[in-house]
């Protein structure tokens, strides 16, 4: 910065003092207006002192070629969260909300060589089977469940009602969760995110997992589950679960933010006032600009050494800034002239979602199965009041209500051969009891056969 050029003015509620001088990327200031974060934080250069929560420090890549210099070389910087450094010495607060999200586990997202390779490959080679236009039909049957189940009010809820609830459903049908084992895999993956005992709920959904792979070894199906056990990788029990449960975690929570995020733009964006053919534009538009991952991909350095003119110690957490690297300004310029999905929303390198395929799939047909049914959709309370999820991580919506004139039936496409039985997608339900028959995947299946 020279000497013309005035001193970045923080962004309300930024002050770096008291963080070690580390910007604190959480809390509602943070959650209001992240790009005004991002914008301070390119005053740092590619890289920036960050804090990601209390007590928790981190090095964020908020530019563009430099988070792809990151992500593409795993000679450099691994994956194996055990490599942390500060977490090892004691420095993370144990009960840091953070620290879920980057403990290790035996899964893919946290291996690195050839470890990685092989339970990379699994996981790829199993979500590439899935079919297209059978995963059409599954989401536009969750899709009319859920929009039967509040069309009469006339009013909804769309993070709650809808957003949250098309992938948990959807990725219980791609998985073959039969009905008891698919409500506590429901009642898990919500309350780790949403409910009091995350604790509890992960061991929930374990368990549920864990009996899942119990019986398609079994009796295997035509579902994600049996081909990732088919697999030449040849993973055992826990590595079967650790995947899955890597699969359904990662996968609903940024896959909920980007349908809600994308709906967000729909309805409150004039370009898109003609929404029918725009669906597409406004998702990429959404991954660009308001990615529902928006800092993460954590990194270590294997070794000590300089990186984009920041030095960097071995172990020390890399995160990078998704969010912040795609609306820089000369990678706004370039956009402008060329490809529009050159974004880093889905990553970058060895460790790029495995699903974005699917997911692009997933959110295109929820939201155009919508806004077919409920044409006149509007936001229901002004733009402005709309608050959004504070956390460093991932970018979504409280909330996102709606009003519409009420519908008293839904069309229905016919049922899969081989469905059984799901629910009312009110409040998280309580922990259904093994073989009971009211939770949300048994109400669902109910509906499709009656």
């Given amino acids: 910065m020279d000497a013309h050029t005035p001193a970045p003015v923080p962004p309300p509620g930024c002050p770096a003092h008291g963080t070690g001088g580390r910007v604190p990327l959480y809390g509602p200031e943070f959650a209001a207006d992240p790009q ?89 080679d199993s979500m590439a089977r899935i079919d297209s236009r059978r995963l059409s039909h599954t989401v536009e049957q969750v899709s009319d469940y859920l929009i039967e189940q509040f069309g009469a009010r006339g009013s909804a809820d769309l993070l709650g009602d809808y957003a949250k609830q098309v992938p948990l459903f959807v990725f219980n049908e791609l998985f073959g969760c039969p009905a008891g084992i698919g409500d506590r895999v429901l009642f898990g993956v919500t309350n780790m995110f949403d409910g009091i005992n995350a604790e509890k709920a992960m061991g929930v959904m374990f368990g549920a997992l864990g009996e899942l792979v119990t019986q398609k070894r079994a009796r295997p199906g035509d579902d994600v589950t049996s081909w990732l056990m088919a697999h030449q990788a040849r993973l055992t029990d826990e590595e079967m679960v650790h995947q899955l449960a890597l699969l359904m975690v990662a996968g609903n929570e940024p896959l909920r933010n980007l349908i809600g995020n994308t709906l967000h733009r729909l309805l409150t964006h004039d370009a898109y006032a003609h929404r029918g053919g725009l669906i597409d534009e406004a998702l990429d538009d959404t991954l660009w600009e308001n990615p529902p991952m928006q800092n993460l991909a954590a990194h270590y350095p294997a070794a000590d050494m300089e990186f984009a003119g920041t030095k960097l110690q071995a172990g020390d957490l890399m995160l990078v800034s998704f ?77 996102l209500p709606v009003r519409f004139t009420a519908v008293s039936g839904v069309r229905r496409a016919a049922a899969r051969p081989h469905a059984e039985a799901p629910a009312h997608p009110g409040p998280a339900p309580a922990e259904p009891r093994k073989g009971e028959r009211g939770g949300l995947w048994s109400q669902f299946l109910t509906w499709l056969t009656r």
Avoid at 56 to 83: C, H, I, M, N, P
Avoid at 95 to 124: I, K, W
């Fill in 36 to 124: 005004a974060y991002y914008s301070y934080l390119r005053h740092y250069g590619p890289t920036a002192p960050v804090e990601i929560a209390p007590g928790v420090e981190a090095t964020l890549v908020t530019d563009y070629q430099a988070a792809l210099q990151l992500l593409q070389d795993s000679g450099s910087f691994r994956k194996d969260s055990r490599r942390w450094r500060d977490l090892a010495e004691g420095r993370v607060p144990a009960d840091s909300p953070v620290a879920p999200v980057l403990a290790y586990r035996p899964n893919c997202m946290f291996a690195d060589g050839a470890e990685h390779l092989r339970l990379r490959q699994a996981v790829t």
């Fill in 323 to 399: 969010a912040a690297a795609n609306t820089g300004p000369a990678l706004t310029a370039a956009r402008q002239a060329g490809s529009n999905r050159a974004h880093l929303a889905w990553s970058a390198g060895p460790h790029a979602c495995p699903s974005k395929e699917p997911a692009r799939q997933i959110t295109v047909t929820a939201i155009e199965n919508l806004l077919n049914r409920l044409p006149d959709v509007e936001l229901a309370v002004p733009e402005d009041s709309l608050t959004w999820r504070p956390g460093p991580f991932n970018r979504g919506l409280t909330n």
